[in-house]
């Protein structure tokens, strides 16, 4: 060990942590004890003309430290000299170190795990290097793909990390950093839905124009065809060949093109309608019938996707421990009895295949189970009691205008969830108020 004067130590230029911290209490203690601990630090020369002639060094461990030292006034500090140390072990020390110390912000970990990954290592070995699971190391490493400066800032708004890992699954960066832009309001879980759903079309448009090349995909709404066989979006690659070669058998059968419409969620067979299949039917009758139905389907899609949304949120309160319940005893009392008794629903029939789903319990789990999770039980049966069911609707089907009288159990079923934790979406808010632009407006 030997003393090295701090003009002469440099701070590394790779070190992961960027932020050092409050130094005063460090800084006290230095000026009044001195450094306790030595610095690590590697040699590095200044040449002249190919010669060194001056010896200077970058620290390796003891940032803090150093920057402290230099604060208290003093001129030199202890340091081990590591003469053979690589630039990817220098990396790796000062990463694990900081986080022993849990140092290190996660944008700063995901930072260090990727300049170990530039410098050669490779996930086996900073799995190995760093303690970390293989699965934590490339969540981190995936984080180092979105904006760092939008990164850097969400994080200071103490965002979910399970929101951030659930970004990997998009795969355009562009919809990505959208997406983080959101995160933390109440309209991202939908915004990700959404981007989910249209990532899945997608991808299984793609897929079907790979395996049948110059295949036409229509541009009216589904009901102005004649229609066969669906397609789900995210279906897999022999889902899609199947529908391809029943797409080939239809069209060679009636002999005529097929196209490709959309529908909710799917894609199916279609074919125009021959004059003769709607000669008898009033024109203006028909494509007024079209339009209802499709405003028809554009609600129905709206309403599945916030029944999903909530479902799925349940799901997740369930899972709680039962005394995360503890402050949340009299929301799901209330509602349960306002449920069953009063005026929002006097007729509810809770069901219990909707508690046991919501609980991820199988049919034949035996009643101790719920009596067990009891308070994780009477919030499901709580929400149940509420909901809406999956055919109830917000709109009347005959004019697609809005139905107070159906909304009233998306309201109570909003507002129960809300209470419990959910962030409701501008989109929701529109459609379960009626300002939704779905609506048709009475003229």
Not at 38 to 66: D, Q
Not at 74 to 95: F, Y
Not at 405 to 431: N, P
Request: hydrophobic fraction near 35%; aromatic fraction near 8%.
């Amino acid at each position: 060990m030997i003393e090295i004067r701090i003009e002469n130590i440099s701070p590394h230029p790779k070190n992961p942590r960027k932020n050092l911290g409050d130094l005063t209490e460090l800084t006290d203690s230095i000026r009044t004890f001195g450094v306790l601990q030595n610095l690590t630090v590697v040699p590095r020369f200044i040449a002249y003309e190919g010669v060194p002639y001056w010896e200077e060094y970058t620290c390796v461990c003891g940032h803090r430290r150093l920057a402290a030292a230099k604060a208290a006034g003093l001129e030199t500090v202890p340091c081990i000299v590591a003469e053979d140390m690589d630039e990817k072990t220098q990396v790796s020390i000062m990463l694990l170190e900081n986080m022993q110390r849990s140092d290190l912000t996660v944008q700063e970990e995901a930072q260090g795990l990727q300049m170990m990954l530039d410098l050669g290592s490779s996930i086996a070995e900073i799995v190995k290097e760093t303690g970390l699971s293989e699965t934590k190391v490339r969540h981190r490493i995936k984080m180092n793909e979105l904006d760092q400066d939008l990164l850097s800032s969400k994080l200071d708004e103490q965002i979910n990390i399970n929101d951030l890992i659930k970004l990997e699954q998009i795969r355009d960066i562009d919809k990505r950093n959208e997406l983080l832009e959101m995160m933390g309001t109440h309209n991202f879980d939908w915004r990700y839905r959404e981007a989910m759903n249209n990532q899945a079309k997608q991808e299984t448009a793609d897929l079907i124009r790979e395996l049948l090349p110059g295949v036409e995909f229509g541009d009216k709404y589904y009901w102005s065809y004649n229609t066969y066989e669906e397609l789900k979006f995210g279906a897999t690659k022999d889902e899609v060949k199947e529908f391809v070669e029943e797409l080939k058998a239809k069209a060679a059968e009636l002999d005529r093109p097929a196209l490709i419409a959309e529908k909710s969620g799917a894609f199916v067979i279609a074919f125009e309608k021959q004059s003769d299949e709607v000669s008898e039917e009033n024109r203006e009758y028909q494509r007024q019938r079209e339009e209802r139905d499709r405003k028809n389907e554009a609600l129905k899609e709206m309403r599945d996707r916030v029944i999903e949304s909530w479902s799925d949120f349940m799901r997740e309160v369930c899972k709680h421990s039962e005394t995360w319940f503890g402050s949340k005893q009299n929301i799901i009392l209330d509602t349960l009895i306002e449920g069953t008794c009063g005026e929002i629903n006097s007729y509810a029939d809770i069901e219990p295949e909707e508690v046991r789903d919501m609980l991820r319990l199988k049919d034949d789990a035996p009643a101790s189970t719920l009596i067990n999770r009891r308070w994780a039980t009477l919030a499901a049966m709580a929400y149940d009691a509420v909901a809406p069911g999956r055919y109830e609707t917000t709109w009347k089907y005959s004019d697609q205008t809005y139905n107070e009288d159906g909304a009233e159990h998306y309201i109570a079923a909003a507002e129960y969830i809300e209470l419990l934790g959910y962030k409701t979406s501008d989109e929701e808010i529109a459609f379960i108020g009626g300002t939704s632009e779905l609506y048709r407006r009475d003229e």
